[in-house]
């Protein structure tokens, strides 16, 4: 079992910045990336970014590319989401989430329990 804990959400301005963190805690062969997916209500889920721990191989959805970067810090087992510029529309429940390097949410096994990020204007 690998459990996950996220922290970071908020409440911020349209423009604003904010960090989402989620730790896990430990590492298996079969999470080898951690990824970042957001649900908006009455939307389906959505793919935000990943990255994988040892090469750090990085994607990111294309309605956050240049403004969010994922980073990671491997001794603390750690995967962070700083989204910068964000807009009323990244409204959403952000999930960090543990398998493999992919896009796929059902491919991820392991999830944390969400942290809400409401983007006013």
């Known amino acids: 079992q690998v459990q996950l804990a996220e922290s970071g959400g908020g409440l911020v301005q349209a423009g604003g910045s904010l960090r989402l963190s989620c730790t896990a805690s430990?590492?298996?062969?079969?999470?080898?990336?951690m990824g970042w997916f957001r649900q908006a209500p009455g939307k389906e889920r959505e793919f935000v970014a990943s990255m994988s721990w040892n090469d750090g191989r990085i994607a990111y959805g294309d309605s956050v590319k240049g403004r969010f970067t994922i980073s990671r810090d491997n001794t603390k087992n750690t995967m962070y989401l700083q989204m910068n510029s964000l807009k009323p529309e990244d409204t959403a429940v952000y999930y960090c989430?543990?398998?493999?390097?992919?896009?796929?949410?059902?491919?991820?096994?392991?999830w944390g329990q969400g942290t809400q990020v409401t983007v006013s204007l």
């Open positions: 989430a543990a398998g493999p390097f992919a896009s796929d949410s059902m491919l991820h096994a392991y």
């Open positions: 430990r590492r298996t062969v079969t999470t080898a990336a």
